[in-house]
């Protein structure tokens, strides 16, 4: 996260933030003789010589990987709890801790691997009687959370998400976006018609008007200020009329 000395502050204003620059991976010692020496940053020991793999802390995969991700001060200060359980470890275990300043790391400072995170958590499933899904749908969960709460400002997402193009994220949760388009209509309905739909027309269908009494209404009656506030405030709502009203003129 930031700095030490400037954590209270930056965590009060909302600018604590985690770096994203490295990857733990499992791979095997045959490819390990293929990777690149500068992508590998540390090998961890092996705990069994009989092992193929070996445990590596590696850069990411991509650049578009090494993000910053700004943290919710509740996230934060979960943080900051974690940290200080875990020097409280260091200095009771002493040198029997192996200190590679990790922050997930075990009782004994080795590195929390993805099987032991994919135990642990679906063993929370399990004792909270939640649905069953993997580790990795979470990411997708936040993600999705992001765009409803954001207005769908899929940018800002992305820098979070590590995506490539923006455009991967517009494909793969456009879904989401959709929902708030229909719920753009449904305000439209309920600001302009009153929420009649095919009430109204099915009542204009049943009582014909008399012929030559045709009454043709103009202007805002009807029309709920507080809906067509909501309407107006979003900005490609905001622009379709501001054209409909030129092209009426």
């Known amino acids: 996260m930031c700095e030490d000395d400037r954590l209270p502050e930056s965590i ?3 600018k604590a933030y985690v770096y994203v620059n ?37 850069k990411p995969k991509t650049e578009t990987s090494t993000r910053k991700i700004f ?21 009771a275990l002493g040198s029997e801790y192996s200190d590679f300043d990790l922050v ?23 004792r909270n009687d939640l649905q069953k899904v993997v580790f ?12 409803k709460l954001n207005g769908g400002d899929i940018k800002a997402v992305q820098g979070d998400s590590g995506h490539a193009q923006a455009q991967m994220v517009t494909d793969q949760y456009s879904h ?17 018609y009153g929420g009649k739909g095919a009430e109204s027309v099915h009542e ?23 809906l067509l506030a909501k309407v107006l405030a979003n900005p490609e709502m905001a622009a379709l009329l501001t054209t409909l009203a030129r092209n009426l003129k």
């Open 22 to 58: 490295k990857e733990l991976q499992r791979v095997s010692k045959s490819v390990m003789k293929t990777l690149e020496k500068k992508d590998v940053l540390r090998v961890f020991p092996e705990l069994r010589e009989s092992n193929k793999t070996v445990l590596v802390l590696k």
């Open 12 to 14: 009060k204003a909302g």
């Open 136 to 147: 990795h749908s979470l990411r997708h969960s936040s993600i999705t959370y992001k765009l």
């Open 71 to 91: 943290l919710p001060r509740t996230v934060a200060e979960m943080l900051i709890d974690w940290k200080r359980e875990q020097d409280f470890t260091k200095e």
């Open 204 to 226: 204009a269908a049943e009582t014909p008007a008399a012929a030559g009494q045709t009454e043709v209404k103009t202007g805002t009656e009807g029309i709920d200020p507080e």
């Open 176 to 192: 989401i976006l959709d929902d708030d388009r229909m719920h753009n209509a449904d305000l439209f309905e309920q600001a302009f």
């Open 104 to 126: 997930m790391a075990n009782d004994l400072g080795m590195p929390t691997e993805q099987s032991r995170i994919t135990a642990l958590f679906s063993d929370l499933i399990q």
